[in-house]
């Protein structure tokens, strides 16, 4: 299993980028292959709430992989957990 802890941005459709802190790893069980993670944006606003698949997270050195939201946590009055599903290779 690999994974990745760090900076991320979320780019969501209409190509507005989002800064945030990712946390991702590699399932491989069972001979199948994917990714998932969390990630946790700066800032919140209706159009990440809303956001759900066509997402792309980008990671430093421009390492860009297709994601998914399966789910959204609410932590503090200010901060949301985004739950990620990844497709086609992890860019980490």
């Known amino acids: 299993m690999t994974t ?9 459709v209409g190509g507005t980028q989002v ?3 990712a946390s991702l790893s590699t399932n491989q069980r069972g001979g199948i292959n ?4 969390t990630f946790r944006p700066d800032q919140i606003s209706a159009e990440i709430q809303n956001a759900s ?3 792309y997270l980008e ?7 297709a994601v ?3 789910g959204i946590r609410k ?9 990620l ?8």
């Open 75 to 83: 932590l503090l009055a200010t901060q949301i957990l985004m739950s």
């Open 68 to 70: 998914a939201v399966t």
């Open 19 to 21: 800064s945030g802190m």
């Open 34 to 37: 994917g990714w998932s993670g």
């Open 53 to 55: 698949d066509g997402l």
């Open 59 to 65: 990671l430093p050195y421009d390492q860009i992989g």
């Open 4 to 12: 990745y802890s760090g900076p991320a941005r979320l780019i969501l």
């Open 85 to 92: 599903t990844g497709s086609g290779p992890a860019p980490f």
